[in-house]
Structure formats: C-alpha cells, structure tokens
C-alpha cells in the first residue's frame, strides 16, 4: 500500500473563513510533507515534518498553519486566505532511514483549493 | 530554492516512438526520483534512484542515475497515447537529512495516436 490520502478534494473558501486540509498514511512513514503547486509548475515545499516535528518551514505566510497530531496524519489549517493562494495543495510522505535519511516521497491526489 | 535543469520543457510525439528526456544539477544528489502527473492529480512515482550509474526499469520505463550523480536520465520506449502528462524530475541532495526535494520544471509530453 502506497497510498496517501487528501480530504477534501476541493474546497472553495471565502477569504473570511477558516478550514483545514487534511491528509493520511498508514505506511509507517516518518516525514510528511505540504506541498503548493500552481498549474503547469512543479510543487514547492511548504513544509516538513520529520517524526512528528516540524522540521522546515519555507518562509510560508502565518495564514498556513500546519499540524501533525500523529506519525498518520498531517492538517493544514488555514484562515484568511487570499485569491493567489488558489492552487493544488499537496501532501506527501516518505520513509526515513536511519544513516540515508528521508527516501521516495508518494503524493497523495490534492486539494484543489480555490479561494474566493 | 534551487532547481533542477529538466529538458526538453515539452515533446510533441507520434504513438510508437521512444521519449528522452533529463535533469542536471549542480549539486551532488543521492536521490533521484522521476514522477509523473495527470492534470488535477498528484504526482505519481515512476521510478526512484539512489545509486550512481543505477540503470532501473519500470515497463517502457527505464531511468538512470547518471556517474557525476549530478544527473539523471528517463527514456520511455513505444509511446501509448495514456503517457500524455507532465514528467518531474526531483531529487534530493547529499548529507541532506531534513527531507527537502528540488523539483525540475516538467516535461509536458503530447502523444498523437
């Protein structure tokens, strides 16, 4: 199984509101990863968890708040977005070894977020 | 951040032929992964790589992890019109251990049947 699941799979929002994405492995993997992309660019890192730690954060403005309750589940919180945040929101995750690091990411199917 | 050099940025191909395509960087990497993305999907992984000059093999896939192990290679063979999509390129680099990928820009692949 190699399969990492996003709810929902598309969400308008106001810029007034608050919601949350979510996303799940049940693979085992330690590092879980949020994901930006918009159409026809690659994805850019928004942030990574490493065993439930926040281990990078790209500069991302404080309107993304992410979340990581357990080593399954990943939530990205967000409130009062704006229009140029509409995009695919991805979540990821990879398998950690202990003297490589971090190895193969696998994607779950997005969130297209469009904000209104 | 950093990105990859991914090329060509799009092919336009007959059903049957074979595609190329690479990414180069100037950095060292130990992990070269090649995915492939579907319009409103995520990306899916084709194939991943962790050796210099590891030739792998996935069906009509075949990526290697080029001896500079500053580059990598993806050949698909007897294109299918259900190859259409967006090929990445990403991989990380060397002593990294905090996870972050650096994505080529895509190749967009058109097959005409």
Request: charged share 20%; with cysteine; net charge positive.
């Amino acid at each position: 199984d190699t399969e990492v699941t996003q709810t929902p799979k598309h969400l308008v929002m106001g810029m007034t509101n608050k919601k949350s994405l979510k996303c799940e492995q049940h693979m085992g993997h330690r590092a879980m990863y949020w994901y930006k992309q918009k159409a026809k660019k690659p994805p850019e890192l928004m942030f990574v968890y490493s065993y439930e730690k926040l281990s990078i954060n790209e500069s991302v403005p404080s309107r993304f708040s992410p979340e990581c309750p357990n080593s399954s589940l990943l939530n990205l919180h967000l409130h009062a977005l704006q229009p140029e945040d509409s995009a695919l929101y991805l979540c990821a995750s990879s398998q950690v070894l202990e003297k490589f690091g971090p190895t193969e990411a696998f994607f779950g199917q997005g969130t297209r977020l469009t904000v209104v | 951040g950093q990105q990859l050099n991914q090329s060509p940025q799009s092919m336009f191909i007959q059903e049957g032929e074979d595609v190329s395509m690479n990414c180069t960087s100037s950095s060292i990497f130990n992990t070269w992964l090649w995915y492939k993305q579907d319009p409103g999907e995520g990306p899916v992984l084709l194939i991943a790589l962790y050796k210099a000059g590891e030739l792998t093999s996935n069906g009509r896939l075949t990526a290697q992890f080029g001896t500079t192990r500053k580059d990598s290679f993806l050949n698909i063979s007897a294109s299918i019109p259900s190859d259409v999509g967006i090929y990445f390129c990403a991989g990380r680099r060397r002593g990294s251990t905090l996870g972050r990928l650096y994505f080529g820009r895509g190749t967009q692949l058109t097959v005409w049947p």
